[in-house]
């Protein structure tokens, strides 16, 4: 019986050497670059998730580009981001010195763009792993990577080819069947996935008689859509063998230990950081005090129905 | 940048002007505040999610005091201000960058509507500068108008929409009568939009004016990127760390959006 002194163990291993010290990460979009955000006790976090990073240089979407519905919010923010080069020349250095990892989020219009990407941060020590933002569209054909299993599983294993970064496969919700590009991202060569990005959707400003967002439609993230990607977790922590990174809408180490017990390795807050940007601490200690309250020793016990990788283990 | 989160006390409710509140809160970061930064507002309406953003309408150093002046457009607004003196307040910041002070010669404030409310610590310390100071006020209708005691030692000028008080018109219009070496402006974009045309017109350099801006916001830190205002040039300023005050020259006013927050 370990005494009420005993941390419980919160580390976490995503494949590959992604071993990280709590499994409480923050959710590209959400911190930047690790550099902007106010006050925040870094030893919290397992990982800093970045911003979406493409090759070249992007300025973004016009204004508007975010707008609050129901315990929720959208974003059309447009991959404003600086470049792989100046991620990797300017920030890269900086995380290298830092004691909590980076995982870079990677974004693109073709597979060569995530390739290139891929291709510059292998090899850096300030990266961790790397992201795969798969709800870009494709220029070739339009369609979304992460919409089609076959395209998902074609960009993964050009990305695996050109790393030996750990790599995660950041899942669309806007398909038909998740666990579907799931399987197909493992079979790909994913170390992990993690799910869900957010839900498209649309919001109108009636006074002024116009969507609330330059681009109409947008992402749907926050507490309204927590039910619908422990859904989305639950089905893939069943189905695949790989770990799961539960996101979407956590707010409390309650909505993350939901994620945890559905199933998910490891968790990324999101749009709480922009209200609470202390919210990765207190997630994490509810973890360890829940954990000490009830038992647990390790974070791998908690699922409430063995995944195949608890089986495994 | 020292950003604090922390909890401020509510002291004290008023109605400074019609369908207006203001709020005086004490807190920590009082004396640090420069005039024309915000705060991200913490509000507990129901099924709302986001902080808030406000700027600060005046801060007091020796008392350890911030006033913020509002009206309710949305949920968020409502349910702050139904805060009361003994209310606890959930506050991030003071955020971004305030306006540049520095200068000699008359100083002109301009402000549409609700933009005013930034405006009694920017007079205060301009005057406190000894520097000579027009305030122009514009309101739909006289009871809308802060004050002029609000604005010790500045020439208040007034504008209303319909001619209940002051010129019957825009507060723009009030712009021909001032000879500014500086202008410091807030208020909806389409009146900083007729103020940027009518400097053009007053041969009044468009890097004299300030503008503190007004767009949705997420988080108030940089990291969202939600509040891109179009950067002259191409791309986009950020209001939260590049602003809310920026000089009108850094903005390209034929992309501005006229955007609204609830």
């Known amino acids: ?313 | 940048m020292t950003v604090v989160i922390d909890t401020a006390v509510v002291l004290d409710r008023t109605t400074p002007m019609a369908g207006a509140v203001e709020l005086v809160v004490s807190h920590q970061s009082a004396a640090a505040i420069e005039p024309g930064q915000f705060f991200q507002i913490g509000v507990g309406a129901a099924h709302t999610l986001l902080r808030r953003p406000y700027s600060a309408a005046w801060s007091s150093r020796s008392s350890g005091r911030v006033g913020f002046i509002f009206n309710v457009v949305g949920a968020g607004s409502a349910w702050l201000a139904n805060r009361h003196a003994g209310h606890e307040l959930d506050l991030l910041g003071p955020l971004g960058r305030g306006f540049d002070l520095e200068g000699d010669g008359p100083a002109v404030c301009i402000a549409g509507g609700l933009g005013v409310a930034v405006f009694p610590g920017v007079v205060e310390a301009l005057v406190a500068r000894g520097r000579p100071v027009a305030m122009l006020l514009g309101a739909r209708t006289a009871a809308q108008l802060l004050p002029e005691e609000r604005f010790a030692g500045a020439e208040v000028l007034v504008a209303t929409d319909d001619g209940s008080a002051g010129h019957h018109g825009s507060v723009v219009d009030l712009m021909a009568a001032t000879t500014p070496s500086n202008v410091f402006a807030c208020g909806p974009t389409p009146m900083l939009q007729a103020l940027v045309d009518e400097a053009r017109r007053l041969e009044i350099p468009l890097s004299s004016i300030q503008v503190a801006l007004e767009t949705p916001m997420g988080c108030g830190v940089g990291t969202c990127l939600g509040c891109a205002a179009p950067r002259r040039g191409g791309g986009y300023l950020l209001t939260c760390q590049d602003g809310p005050c920026v000089r009108a020259e850094r903005l390209d006013w034929s992309r501005m959006t006229d955007a609204f927050h609830g």
């Not at chain 1, 959710?27 to 979406?52: C, E, H, N, Q, W």
């Not at chain 1, 707008?67 to 929720?72: L, M």
């Not at chain 1, 991202?185 to 009636?206: F, K």
């Open chain 1, 1 to 313: 019986m370990p005494s009420m002194a005993d941390r419980p163990d919160l580390s976490v291993d995503l494949g590959r050497g992604l071993r990280l010290r709590t499994p409480v990460l923050v959710a590209s979009g959400t911190f930047g670059y690790g550099f902007d955000a106010p006050s925040v006790d870094r030893s919290a976090l397992g990982a800093i998730v970045t911003k979406g990073t493409t090759p070249l240089a992007r300025e973004g979407n016009a204004p508007t580009r975010i707008a609050e519905t129901p315990s929720g919010m959208l974003n059309a923010i447009g991959l404003q981001n600086p470049g792989v080069e100046h991620v990797a020349g300017e920030y890269e250095p900086t995380w290298a010195t830092w004691d909590v990892r980076v995982i870079v989020n990677v974004a693109g219009d073709s597979i060569d763009d995530y390739v290139t990407v891929a291709r510059r941060l292998n090899g850096l020590a300030g990266v961790a792993g790397l992201e795969l933002n798969i709800s870009c569209p494709n220029v070739a054909n339009g369609l979304q990577f992460g919409v089609e299993p076959g395209l998902a599983a074609d960009l993964t294993r050009a990305v695996r080819r050109a790393t030996e970064l750990p790599l995660i496969v950041k899942l669309t919700p806007n398909v038909t069947d998740i666990v579907a590009v799931g399987k197909a991202v493992e079979a790909a060569g994913a170390d992990a996935v993690s799910a869900i990005n957010t839900y498209v959707g649309v919001a109108i400003d009636v006074r002024r008689r116009r969507p609330m967002l330059s681009r109409i439609s947008g992402g749907l993230s926050g507490p309204a859509i927590k039910p619908l990607a422990l859904q989305a977790v639950w089905q893939l922590a069943a189905e695949l063998t790989i770990p799961v990174i539960g996101i979407g809408g956590i707010r409390t180490a309650s909505d993350a230990l939901e994620f945890l017990l559905a199933g998910a390795a490891a968790v990324q807050l999101g749009t709480v950081n922009y209200v609470r940007p202390q919210a990765a601490r207190e997630v994490c200690d509810g973890i360890a005090d829940y954990m000490r309250i009830h038992g647990f020793q390790a974070l791998r016990a908690l699922p409430l129905r063995p995944s195949r990788e608890v089986a495994r283990v």
